[in-house]
């Protein structure tokens, strides 16, 4: 070989080498930047763990799966965190790696995987003794293995999208560098990034979803059940004789005033004769303003003769508009239809996103519609007044308290209140429960030895044993496993009472809390509240009947005929549904 081959040899194969270390190199990287962190996956194992701890309500596999992903990932973030603290702050001879022996990282890999499979069967256990406890089937525990699907699919997804911001933070910070100081650019890019993350989330996921949903909303509650035939009769809005179009009533308004039992109804099940209910309702079409249709409202409950009837009954309704058939029926059924029940609509979002975007509108609406019906039945002479009485569910409630400054004022305004599901934020019910007497729960209070205000769970609650029960009364429907009422941002870092009091009877002794977790547990239960079994959750059917036989006390009413109004309404409420 001559000595220019050879040294072509010797190039090429310097060269070659070259090639293989830097490819070596840029593999490497590669490889790491890809590697999770073993620290943010143990921390991020033991938040999936916790995940599949009891809640409130039973649980689809999917609904789960999403919880354990957003649980994990905040933990692995938290893993991740510290173990970059430890990096900077910790001396190099006290870092894991230097004085653990080697077996370390395979034995808590071990140990992390023993703990996920314990968990997994431990939490399957559990979901099977919720729905058991609320009286339903209970899935396979199989189902679980789409939880792990779910929660893999979620948190890998997460991950990547995380390092894809870390990616462009770096390469921002890259750019920004031929300029100005490292560090610096590095602030800047990081600065960069998180805005630009904030306002996308804000700007166009956000804001775009509202307005999806308000437009949804706002159509679906235009054109639903319009094409149905209007109501007839004069004692319901809506009809030829009414101050309120039959198109501007909205879905939920269409619904209440065509709804409810008819006058056969009535008679069959009290055997006398009975008078047609009226039902009242403003839209939120209806009137240019919340105080123009309350004025509307009242105009309505004149024309159709409301303040002769024996009850007259102020509903502040649900976001969009609802008022619960099964409890409005209720009233109508025990008295016979001599009752008038109006509503009016301040909203045709759902109550979640009415509560986050409309808080202020709830409350106007139901202040106006009681303050404009206090003052009109106030001018007729005490002994011709019809009986007053309040009523509110869920957000409903919220709005329906906002009326009154405080309990006293309630009893001195009204013949009775009857509030479902109140929310943590409701001001009446948080000064009660508040200064409930020592040794009564949060879950059931005992407020001033029960004598005006009662809690209810299922029918008995309302007896208390050796309790005098004046009038008026005011009577609150609420679940030990409602998520609306118990949702707080307080449940992030503190133990909330109804969970360090004995639990509810439809919640397992094994639900404990937990810093952040508990509250995303509760926070996923609102989307499950509505669809709960009967009597659990959000819905009041089991007690809604004995709840307006104590507060409005109809005559000659039995608690016999409680009994047989709910089995009732049990069966119509499956045609309503």
């Not at 991020?44 to 609904?63: D, E, H, K, Q, Y």
Request: aromatic letters at 10%.
């Amino acid at each position: 070989m001559t000595e220019v081959a050879r040294a072509r040899v010797v190039s090429g194969t310097a060269a070659a080498r070259r090639a293989w270390h830097t490819t070596t190199i840029a593999t490497r990287r590669a490889v790491a930047r890809t590697q999770v962190s073993l620290p943010g996956l143990f921390v991020g194992a033991l938040f999936l763990c916790i995940s599949v701890t009891p809640s409130l309500l039973p649980r689809t596999w999917l609904v789960q799966g999403f919880i354990s992903a957003f649980s994990t990932i905040v933990g692995y973030a938290t893993g991740v965190t510290l173990a970059w603290a430890g990096r900077r702050l910790l001396p190099a001879r006290l870092r894991p790696g230097r004085w653990l022996p080697s077996w370390w990282r395979p034995a808590i890999t071990l140990a992390t995987l023993v703990l996920l499979a314990s968990f997994m069967y431990q939490g399957s256990r559990w979901q099977r003794e919720l729905y058991l406890l609320m009286g339903v089937n209970a899935p396979r525990r199989g189902s679980f293995v789409g939880v792990m699907t779910v929660t893999l699919v979620v948190v890998v997804a997460l991950i990547a999208l995380g390092r894809g911001l870390r990616w462009l933070s770096r390469s921002i910070s890259r750019f920004l560098r031929r300029w100005i100081p490292a560090v610096a650019a590095k602030a800047t890019a990081g600065t960069l990034v998180v805005l630009l993350s904030v306002g996308l989330i804000d700007g166009i996921v956000l804001d775009g979803f509202l307005a999806v949903a308000s437009s949804t909303s706002a159509q679906l509650n235009d054109t639903a059940g319009i094409a149905n035939p209007p109501p007839t009769s004069y004692t319901r809005s809506g009809s030829p004789a009414s101050f309120v179009s039959w198109e501007s009533l909205g879905m939920q308004g269409r619904e209440f005033v065509t709804g409810g039992p008819t006058v056969e109804e009535l008679e069959r099940f009290n055997g006398r004769e009975a008078k047609e209910p009226i039902r009242a309702y403003v839209g939120l079409r209806s009137a240019p303003s919340i105080a123009e249709g309350a004025d509307l409202a009242v105009r309505e409950l004149e024309r159709t003769g409301a303040f002769s009837r024996a009850v007259l009954c102020v509903i502040t309704t649900t976001g969009t508009g609802w008022v619960d058939p099964y409890l409005a029926a209720a009233l109508e059924y025990m008295f016979n239809g001599d009752t008038a029940l109006v509503g009016t609509q301040y909203s045709y979002l759902p109550s979640w996103l009415s509560f986050l975007t409309e808080r202020e509108r709830v409350q106007q609406a139901g202040q106006a519609l009681f303050e404009r019906v206090y003052a009109r039945w106030s001018q007729l002479p005490e002994d011709e007044r019809p009986r007053l009485l309040v009523f509110g569910e869920s957000l409903g409630s919220l709005g329906s308290e906002s009326a009154f400054d405080s309990m006293d004022e309630v009893l001195a305004k009204t013949d009775g209140a009857l509030w479902a599901g109140p929310t943590n934020d409701n001001p009446l019910w948080a000064e009660v429960v508040a200064h409930r007497d020592p040794g009564s729960s949060e879950v059931l209070p005992i407020y001033d030895d029960g004598k005006h205000v009662r809690f209810a769970a299922y029918p008995h609650d309302l007896t208390l044993p050796g309790a005098e029960w004046g009038q008026p009364r005011v009577v609150y429907l609420q679940n030990a496993s409602d998520p609306v009422t118990w949702w707080s941002p307080s449940l992030v870092l503190r133990r909330p009472d109804w969970l360090e009091e004995p639990q509810g009877r439809d919640v397992l002794p094994a639900m404990r809390w937990f810093p952040f977790v508990t509250f995303f547990q509760v926070t996923a239960d609102l989307v499950l509240a509505q669809d709960a079994p009967k009597g659990h959750g959000h819905e009041f059917n089991r007690t809604a009947v004995a709840g307006w036989a104590a507060v409005a006390q109809p005559p000659d009413w039995s608690e016999a005929r409680t009994v047989e109004l709910t089995a009732l309404l049990d069966e119509l409420s499956v045609e309503w549904e």
